[in-house]
């Protein structure tokens, strides 16, 4: 007999794919597929003139990234959280191992070092740990809800949150520790928690951020690096910074406003042709989006990640058990605050973070990340629809 309903247990390798791909939300699928798509074209027309000798090595690259990230995505399917969620504490901890090797044995760039080289393959441990994070603070809450006080509940789930998210800033990598923390944010909002312990979480890093930008500097002690400083402030008043990334958010706003309605085209995108336009395959490929494209191009990106985000609430809602929809709660805060932040970093609305656009940008990591987290969405969504309402 089959465990689940429309599950076929043995039969033909044809019953078997189909029975695999049984009860997917497609639109949630699908709008996946199409972001990546586009965004590996995005990635080529971009890149092109960047590497003379090798037009396609970014192209080529992107291509293998998602290709491996889809494969990676079906199999996700196949997972099953209650099992796995027997060996936390063994999945935290080599979360906190890998994370923390990178400090020791990591290979840097631009100043940071958040890389493991693994003879060809370049893995970025911070990054998978966003999908790991969610699943162990999802499988916490579930086990410690109903024995501790609201309080201590919340505290040790920040708590444990904040040692991978203490680490991965010290690499330095700001924008993926704010990730972590929207991931926190996200489990402990859905699991019920009292909205008093939101607001005194909000005082204390309000406080933090005057600390570490204003009061802390003008003692002589610099906990964040310049450029991270620059970062956080040049928004404010891009069109006077001096600075780099005063000059990257400059250049940003330059190539979506020049794209107008309908953009200029591949060819007529002069901002990141001529590489006016600083990190135009990863952290601003919105802008190039926006200029290639134009308004029109830009606004049907956005509904696209509309489209996904909606449905990751809808799959939340149907999650069949606690655990699945605390999973999906982070999993969707995670999508939804790496859009929000990178579109807004893009037209100067929101800090340089360093945050890459889910699906667009150029990243081996990042790439398989966002389509595992698709994959554990859809197998949640899967079980909801086979085995009915959500249980406690």
């Not at 199409?34 to 027309?45: E, N, Q, T």
């Not at 893995?123 to 969610?134: D, N, R, T, Y």
């Not at 923390?181 to 909002?189: E, G």
């Not at 699906?359 to 969504?381: E, K, P, W």
């Amino acid at each position: 007999m089959s465990t689940f309903p429309g599950r076929v247990e043995g039969g033909s390798t044809r019953e078997r794919a189909q029975s695999a791909i049984a009860g997917l939300d497609w639109w949630l699928l699908g709008c996946t597929v199409a972001v990546s798509g586009f965004g590996v074209y995005v990635v080529k027309i971009a890149t092109e003139g960047d590497i003379p000798s090798d037009p396609g090595y970014f192209f080529t690259r992107q291509v293998a990234y998602t290709l491996i990230g889809l494969v990676a995505l079906f199999f996700t399917l196949r997972l099953d959280l209650e099992k796995i969620s027997r060996y936390v504490w063994t999945i935290y901890a080599m979360l906190i191992a890998a994370v923390g090797i990178v400090l020791v044995l990591g290979s840097s760039a631009r100043g940071s070092t958040r890389w493991i080289e693994l003879g060809p393959l370049r893995i970025q441990p911070s990054e998978l740990g966003k999908v790991i994070i969610a699943f162990v603070l999802a499988v916490i809450v579930v086990e410690r809800i109903r024995s501790m006080d609201s309080a201590r509940l919340s505290l040790l789930v920040a708590g444990i949150a904040a040692i991978p998210a203490a680490i991965v800033f010290l690499q330095p990598d700001l924008g993926t520790a704010l990730v972590y923390a929207a991931i926190t944010v996200a489990i402990l909002w859905v699991a019920g928690q009292p909205i008093t312990h939101f607001i005194v979480a909000g005082v204390v890093v309000v406080t933090l951020v005057a600390l570490v930008l204003y009061v802390l500097p003008a003692a002589g002690v610099n906990v964040l690096k310049p450029y991270q400083v620059d970062r956080l402030t040049a928004f404010v008043d891009s069109g006077t910074d001096r600075s780099e990334t005063g000059y990257q958010l400059e250049q940003s706003k330059v190539a979506i406003g020049s794209g107008g309605a309908f953009g200029k085209g591949p060819s007529g995108a002069t901002q990141t042709i001529y590489d006016f336009l600083p990190e135009h395959h990863t952290d601003f490929i919105f802008a190039v989006v926006a200029e290639m494209f134009g308004f029109l191009g830009a606004g049907l990106l956005i509904a696209l990640y509309f489209v996904i985000i909606w449905r990751c609430l809808v799959i939340m809602r149907l999650a069949h058990t606690q655990l699945e929809r605390l999973m999906a709660a982070g999993l969707t805060a995670m999508l939804a605050f790496e859009v929000f932040v990178n579109i807004g970093m893009n037209v100067g609305i929101m800090p340089i973070t360093g945050i890459p656009l889910p699906f667009m940008s150029y990243g081996g990591s990042h790439t398989l990340t966002n389509l595992v987290a698709v994959g554990v969405l859809l197998r949640i969504g899967r079980r909801g629809r086979e085995l009915g309402p959500r249980t406690t």
